[in-house]
């Protein structure tokens, strides 16, 4: 079974960092793109910041200039750094990556549990 474990979440002052951990385990053949998500109280789930298999990375706009993704392939993990911490960036935070399992003829999207993301003072 393939599943994705988040780590890092909590609470952090504005203009705060926190670092976010999320790796993937289980019947993995590979890992294409690999992802962050948040969503906010009655807003859709948006995307944070993804990122491929070879490096190419994709920010969504609010949180450019702040938040880096990295992976590590061997390790099948993705990390978000998230700098200059604002209020407006509290969220439930989710984990994606898009995995071909083992056997499979294609990748499917799998999500993590998600984890909180609270900036206040």
């Known amino acids: 079974q393939v599943r994705l474990v988040e780590s890092g979440g909590g609470l952090v002052q504005p203009g705060g960092s926190l670092r976010l951990s999320c790796a993937a385990s289980?019947?993995?053949?590979?890992?294409?793109?690999m992802g962050w998500y948040r969503q906010a109280p009655g807003k859709l789930r948006e995307l944070v910041a993804a990122?491929?298999?070879?490096?190419?990375?994709t920010y969504g706009d609010s949180v450019m200039g702040r938040f880096t993704i990295s992976r590590d392939n061997a390790k099948n993990t993705v990390d978000l750094q998230m700098n200059s911490l604002k209020p407006e960036d509290t969220a439930v935070y989710y984990c994606?990556?898009?995995?071909?399992?083992?056997?499979?003829?294609?990748?499917?999207?799998?999500w993590g549990q998600g984890t909180q993301v609270t900036v206040s003072s």
């Open positions: 994606n990556a898009n995995i071909r399992r083992l056997g499979a003829l294609q990748a499917n999207d799998y």
């Open positions: 289980g019947s993995i053949f590979s890992i294409n793109a």
């Open positions: 990122i491929t298999r070879r490096g190419s990375i």
